[in-house]
């Protein structure tokens, strides 16, 4: 339950922050209240600093009082992990987004949590550099908020999640000494790895607020490639049979048919020729001459497990329009009224096949509809519960048929949340994966971290 | 100091693995008393389990008895991690040595600690599956060491080092529960990274008993280029040079004159032409089209920064002649008598130049032989002070040397050690790199794992 805000609290803050950016207004904590799920508990406080100093300032003042402390990014996660279980103070890092450094000599880039993900992208693409982790979200999340939850994307499959490219953090802990993990160096094995435990921790170890990444050379070409099938079946039976060829280009989505006509109904026009069971958009980068013979390869592939139709995008404007349609669909989604219960659960690799049958048989035994799509290669799927929000019955229904999921996930070994995290979403269904011994391991290392409990409470376990 | 085995604890042992799996006879002792670093103290004991089930038993003897605990692997470390520092018990996993599975379909292996590094890569390579990473000594170390310290090898450049494939853990708690970290699933975010935590960690925090890794297809194709150069520094520039034209091969190895002609007396016959002052060992590998394409580049970009001679492998027989030069290093150096004392420490890839300049003044300052090499890409050199070990005189400069050369690796914003761990051997100086508050966080997670702290004590962190 939240509790009010300890005498004198707000004040103190006020002195650190400057009162130009503090927000205590009703619509400020109404909106720093929600995120991209939008469920959560409006805030008593928002913060806004602007420096690795005043964030210190802030959590030490928070864990000397016992506040809840929040760090809120772009607010565009799925599983609430950006906004209070019971008020407290919203700290938002909308003050520290600056690229701090595109170092061309040693292959990285230094910046503040805000910057948003497709900037970044831009600004290190200019100099002939990559930085690969592309969730649906780029234009408007932030590497910050990447980092926390540690971010997919399509290019997973080729180049890794979020992890893959964090070198160091600079971060505060919730007693607000200042700690730097990592290493410029693109290898670094002293102590602990501390960077890799705080990518994906969710905000509840360390608020992050310097974060530098390795990057890579930009690919010189890339080609993509649309393949149409008759039925969700066929496209799955592609995937596998390409991971068994070996073919691992840059992406492998997978869309399936009810995914496609919300596109259609949002566009209002036709995306696919009509009878599309699913499609397959495959991409592939790297030198020109490896691009063709892989793209060759999967088009080879695709047609031998019959495919109704394979074309490679023509141009430039072709593949923005292809991959358009990938990144409309959360949008279109959404607009179809429904309400949609996103959950990007994720197999073994070659266990997709497996994966869409237990969606099939959710669909029959709860009588719902469920749109899906995703990263088919990395076995990473968001399966879209899609829910008549006024109809209590096909809401409950849903909640069972969530919690069904989530067992039919781990009986396959794998795992609840491929790239979204858990947050409070879906933090009663950490048992399901989770043994008890696991979980009171994780409790302790939160607690070696935060020992007030102060730093996103609610969030990753259970009640 | 060592303390004598509590009464009844070696019978307790005994009883868990059968007395057949035991070792107290003083050959054994001692020779389970040392690894590569050639150094430590014996164990009281030496186990010999079988199964998890008989690991947790001895942790959970060990924890309550307050005995020391070292697992050890195949002794191959550079840093002392698999020997104790004050007697207690060494776990030795070579009983767990089995390749469980080789899942072609979801294109992961799962192995015991103690399978040899490359006999995995044989097999997997069976399959068309390939298993990245190359430590020097993977003819004889095995993964969980391997896991254990993180380690690199030249195919790292590319590849990344040992943790960007280890996807899930079966461990044992020094408590004695019995814990499974990560997924099957190449992406999995359901609460904190253990997995990665676990990965470096250097026997301190858990016994890692079942290891799963990921794997990728094997490339169809690859290219092994040597350059030589007239000096260290038209090497270490054209290793920068190549970076900056954003050409990443697969390794890209430094080696430089006193390393070359140790390989030279060791073998008893010149292995590169008289006069050369340093060469590059640089792989390509993908599809045949790329790899011709990326060993052009290396070609042109060494040649215009004034390499002496650019040749390209033949066949596959030149190649593993090259290759063997590289992998010759540390025993040709250790064959010139004198005593080497290897630090594999690393800069931003970009400063290896500075890295260089800071060797020779090192050389000219304590008037020391030094011969390096190593993954020049990622900045990571293996810099092996040679000392006449019956000369104190020698000796004492040399550690002062040591903590020069660590100093002044910090101040280029690099690492004290790129893939070797820490161990005992580097534990007195990780304060150069980390600030007390890092290091105190660094010792409450390992309270979280080992509230004892009886899992191999007098690592990592100074005493």
Known sequence: MARPLPEGFAAAVREVVGPEHIRADVASLEAYGQDALEQGHPPDLVVIPATTREVAAIARL???RLVPLVVRGAGTGYTGGAVPTRGGVVVSMERLNRIIEIDETNLLAIVEPNVVTADLQRAVEKAGLFYPPDPASLDTSSI??????????????????????VLALEAVLPTGEIVETGSKAVKSVVGYDLTQLLVGSEGTLAIITKITLRLIPKPPARATLLALFGDIQAAVDAVTALIRRRVVPASLELVDADSLSAVRDHLGREVVPPGTGAVLIVEADGMQSAVDDEIDRVADGCREVGAMRVSVAADENDRDRLWNVRRLLSASLMATGLLKINHDVVVPRGRVPDLFRVIQELKKTFGLRIAAFGHAGDGNIHVNLMVDRTNPRELARAKQAERALFERVVALEGSISGEHGI???????????????????MKRVKAAFDPNGILNPGKIFPA
């Open 423 to 441: 947050g409070f979403a879906k933090a009663p269904y950490i048992g399901i994966e989770l043994s008890p011994e696991e979980i009171a391991l």
């Open 144 to 165: 910050g908020g990447n980092v926390a939850e540690c971010a997919g994307g399509p290019r997973a499959f080729k180049y890794g999640t979020t992890k893959r490219y």
């Open 62 to 64: 928070c864990n000397e």
